[in-house]
């Protein structure tokens, strides 16, 4: 299966600053998808990351708020912008190297705080 | 709206035991149920995927079903092991993404 190193793997930030996340694939994959984990809650789709277009995001997300880039075919980045408290969670990056059917393939998140 | 529920309270179960953990979901019309592993501080990690004209699945101590009637899907792990503790997440395709139910905590106790 697929590789995927995430960093940063915590941090802690302040209020109205911006943090960007980074995921780092073995191998190239068509999709990138960015989900959220808020404490004791379910995994909740933020984007899908295509490389060469712009990234397609769920109801309730915004790209003014989560940027994403997707350069190739082995890397995306999620930015958390303007966090708020509210923003405090797990991002994970996830990718289905055979196809959605045969599972995700998780990195290990990003534990944010923001103060 | 479309759910997917689990039981949020944890599954304690003795060793040996059966665990059977249950996810539900309403609005949805899956052509695949995937369960995942996770343990604290980490990713999911991908167990089992059944189809849906699939009844039952096997793999080694696992066990899922799906019933596309009944909108549920059951997942076995027998004979546990304290290792089997962990929280289980059942997640549902929908136009090729997945959703994810919150998981259930299983407590396997020696």
């Known amino acids: 299966s697929a590789v995927i190193s995430q960093k940063p793997s915590r941090d802690i930030c302040q209020r109205g600053t911006s943090l960007t996340i980074q995921c780092q694939v073995d191998?190239?994959?068509?999709?990138m998808f960015w989900y959220r984990q808020q404490p004791g809650q379910s995994l909740t789709l933020i984007a899908t990351?295509?490389?060469?277009?712009?990234?397609?995001?769920e109801s309730g997300f915004v790209i003014d708020k989560f940027p994403i880039s997707r350069p190739n075919l082995t890397f995306s980045t999620l930015t958390v912008s303007n966090m708020s408290p509210e923003d405090s969670s797990i991002y994970l990056c996830?990718?289905?190297?055979?196809?959605?059917?045969?599972?995700?393939?998780f990195g290990s998140g990003t534990r944010l705080t923001v103060v | 709206s479309q759910k997917i529920e689990q039981n949020s309270e944890a599954l304690n179960i003795q060793e040996g035991k059966t665990a059977t953990l249950t996810c539900n979901y309403t609005?949805?019309?899956?052509?695949?149920l995937q369960w995942y592993r996770q343990d604290p501080g980490r990713g999911p990690v991908f167990l089992l995927l059944?189809?849906?004209?699939?009844k039952e699945k096997r793999k080694e101590r696992l066990k899922v079903t799906f019933d596309t009637t009944l909108k549920q899907s059951l997942f076995h792990i027998t004979a546990s092991q304290p290792a089997d503790s962990a929280t289980y997440l059942c997640?549902?395709?929908?136009?090729?993404?997945?959703?994810f139910g919150s998981g259930t905590k299983l407590n396997v106790k020696p």
């Open positions: 996830s990718v289905t190297p055979w196809g959605a059917q045969y599972g995700y393939t």
């Open positions: 191998s190239q994959v068509t999709m």
């Open positions: 990351a295509n490389q060469g277009s712009e990234a397609t995001y």
């Open positions: 609005n949805y019309s899956p052509a695949y």
């Open positions: 059944i189809r849906e004209n699939e």
């Open positions: 997640a549902l395709d929908n136009f090729n993404k997945f959703y």
